[in-house]
């Protein structure tokens, strides 16, 4: 079994910052890729930022410039730094990792979500 467990959030102020990390546990053997998704209301998820196990990254256009994604492949966790945070930036915020299980599958597990307020 692998469990992820996301935390950060909470108020920001507009143009803030906030950081939200995300821990892998489990039976894991190795993770490629980890990255983060957003689902606002009435909206389709749409990814924010991956990271892969080399280190390469991708955003999303609309975030470029204000989020970083980090992980500590020690910690088996992903972080995403979020600064200069907009109106639309708020959204429930879904870490994902790509792995390979001790037993050999591989999948994607999910976090439980993040609500990232609107900045007020």
């Known amino acids: 079994q692998v469990q992820l467990v996301e935390s950060g959030g909470g108020l920001v102020q507009p143009g803030g910052s906030l950081r939200l990390s995300c821990a892998a546990s489990g039976s894991i053997f190795s993770i490629n890729v980890m990255g983060w998704y957003r689902q606002a209301p009435g909206k389709e998820r749409e990814l924010v930022a991956a990271i892969t196990s080399g280190g390469s990254t991708n955003y999303a256009d609309s975030v470029k410039g204000r989020f970083t994604i980090s992980r500590d492949n020690a910690k088996n966790t992903v972080y995403l730094q979020m600064n200069s945070l907009k109106p639309e930036d708020t959204a429930v915020y879904y870490c994902?990792?790509?792995?390979?299980?001790?037993?050999?599958?591989?999948?994607?597990?999910w976090g439980q979500g993040t609500q990232v307020p609107s900045p007020q």
């Open positions: 994902y990792v790509h792995l390979t299980v001790v037993a050999g599958t591989r999948r994607v597990y």
